[in-house]
């Protein structure tokens, strides 16, 4: 997940940056400090905040030659 996707999964779920840290149940600061890319995620607040996206809709498109995507899953 780049800090593009982070921001465009949390537009599409109509999620402040706030939500999401409480869903991923890490801080807002890390979710804001890696939106604005002044770091990496570890491993593990990737992978919490990853799966609070694919919990709610949001599927991770691998880049394909034009990019990488998202899109929300019909629920």
Not at 38 to 44: F, G, I, K, P, V
Request: with cysteine.
């Amino acid at each position: 997940m780049t800090p593009a996707q982070c921001r465009a999964a949390r537009g599409l779920l109509d999620w402040t940056q706030e939500e999401l840290a409480e869903r991923a149940e890490v801080s807002r600061s890390t979710v804001r400090d890696f939106e604005k890319e002044r770091h990496e995620l570890q491993a593990a607040s990737a992978q919490q905040i990853v799966s609070a996206f694919e919990g709610a809709g949001a599927v991770f498109l691998e880049p394909d030659g034009i990019g990488r995507g998202l899109r929300l899953r019909g629920l």
